[in-house]
């Protein structure tokens, strides 16, 4: 299944209040000092630090509260040094006034753009949950993993792909990377998964519904309504996909890639790359009958597992620019299943290139079991 991502959420109440007593500290120790230096030395104009840093954290009725604070706190000052209508104070308290009041503004505008984030992050979040729906962990005789790994910490959406489609003689499965990345590549990924959700149980054999495939995302890629500012690039569009089909009555899978890293099988300990001597062009370069799309058979027996992934995998670096070594890593945990698999490899992942990818990273492990009572 899919990892849940952490949730972005705007920080507890706990830890702000905790925060609340660095702008009151400060308040004390700036009123205790001023108090006691000497006549020539005025503190005052420190005050403003209080609903200065309140502001970076809290929201504007607290740094409100906390500017009020430090007003009263240089009444009191002045009060006890000279008079609170001495010019200098008067001074002070004028600017501590206008400050704490902008320092309000600013925190009201920041937790307004806080609101608006987690909205926004919440849409994008359902956006992906409709996109890319995850894989169940059984489909007939296959037993099946995912994990999606998005490239930077806030983003919750983007241009890998993976699906799953149950036929009446097996299951197919598609995974698949968008050129570039944003809402654009969000839509792309949104066409070609329902064109293949929608034709992957009607088309009779693996290469007509790779061809639909084709056929679609040309067919959007020159709609002319999508030639605006906005769009002005999707000539360069283009998406590299991994179409399988596995029966379930046949130890064989069959393969077409189009422009997509081969995936790996595992087997009995053993990795070994499932190429294709004939791999098409990516979705989107050519026309719908401009491509001869071939498939490949390889053997695909009890206890086998396929590893398809995309791009943003292999090519992680690390440190070094050491890209990812996915076949090593694997063969080391080639017993594993796809569950145990697929969170290992995740947790190298990371790892190696220290917690932060270039690029999304997706991975689908596919294992054949032995068929669910319902199937046999």
């Keep these: 299944m899919v990892p849940t991502r952490p949730s972005r959420r705007l920080p507890s109440l706990e830890p702000r209040r905790a925060l609340l007593a660095v702008p009151i500290v400060i308040i004390v120790l700036v009123t205790l000092v001023d108090i006691l230096a000497p006549p020539r030395v005025h503190l005052g104009p420190f005050l403003v630090a209080a609903p200065a840093v309140t502001a970076s954290f809290a929201g504007p009725r607290t740094t409100a509260f906390v500017g009020a604070l430090a007003v009263l706190a240089q009444v009191a000052v002045a009060s006890v040094r000279t008079s609170a209508v001495d010019l200098n104070h008067s001074f002070q308290l004028i600017t501590l006034i206008l400050m704490s009041a902008f320092v309000t503004s600013f925190a009201a505008r920041r937790e307004r753009h806080e609101r608006e984030v987690t909205q926004l992050r919440t849409v994008a979040t359902a956006a992906q949950e409709v996109v890319l729906k995850p894989l169940p962990h059984r489909i007939g005789p296959l037993r099946i993993a995912s994990v999606y790994l998005a490239a930077e910490s806030e983003a919750q959406i983007g241009g890998d792909l993976y699906a799953a489609a149950r036929t009446e003689q097996g299951t197919r499965f598609i995974?698949?990377?968008?050129?570039?990345?944003?809402?654009?590549?969000?839509?792309?990924?949104?066409?070609?998964?329902?064109?293949?959700?929608?034709?992957?149980?009607?088309?009779?054999?693996?290469?007509?519904?790779?061809?639909?495939?084709?056929?679609?995302?040309?067919?959007?890629?020159?709609?002319?309504?999508?030639?605006?500012?906005?769009?002005?690039?999707?000539?360069?569009?283009?998406?590299?996909?991994?179409?399988?089909?596995?029966?379930?009555?046949?130890?064989?899978?069959?393969?077409?890639?189009?422009?997509?890293?081969?995936?790996?099988?595992?087997?009995?300990?053993?990795?070994?790359?499932?190429?294709?001597?004939?791999?098409?062009?990516?979705?989107?370069?050519?026309?719908?009958?401009?491509?001869?799309?071939?498939?490949?058979?390889?053997?695909?027996?009890?206890?086998?597992?396929?590893?398809?992934?995309?791009?943003?995998?292999?090519?992680?670096?690390?440190?070094?620019?050491?890209?990812?070594?996915?076949?090593?890593?694997?063969?080391?945990?080639?017993?594993?299943?796809?569950?145990?698999?697929?969170?290992?490899?995740?947790?190298?992942?990371?790892?190696?290139?220290?917690?932060?990818?270039?690029?999304?990273?997706?991975?689908?492990a596919i294992e054949r079991a032995d068929p669910c009572p319902e199937d046999v």
């Excluded at 290469?207 to 709609?223: H, I, K, R, Y």
């Design 175 to 364: 995974v698949g990377d968008v050129r570039g990345k944003g809402l654009s590549a969000v839509g792309d990924a949104a066409l070609l998964l329902g064109a293949f959700r929608g034709a992957a149980h009607r088309q009779p054999d693996l290469p007509m519904l790779v061809g639909f495939l084709e056929g679609t995302v040309a067919s959007d890629l020159d709609d002319p309504t999508a030639a605006d500012a906005a769009t002005a690039d999707r000539g360069e569009t283009f998406i590299t996909a991994a179409v399988l089909d596995i029966p379930d009555d046949e130890p064989a899978l069959h393969l077409i890639s189009c422009g997509h890293p081969p995936p790996l099988l595992l087997r009995r300990g053993r990795v070994s790359l499932l190429e294709m001597r004939h791999p098409a062009p990516p979705l989107g370069l050519t026309g719908f009958a401009d491509t001869d799309h071939r498939a490949a058979t390889f053997a695909f027996g009890h206890g086998d597992i396929a590893l398809l992934y995309t791009d943003g995998v292999i090519e992680a670096r690390n440190g070094d620019g050491a890209f990812y070594p996915l076949e090593e890593r694997a063969a080391g945990m080639a017993d594993k299943g796809p569950d145990a698999l697929l969170a290992r490899l995740r947790e190298d992942l990371l790892d190696h290139v220290g917690g932060h990818l270039g690029d999304d990273a997706a991975m689908v």
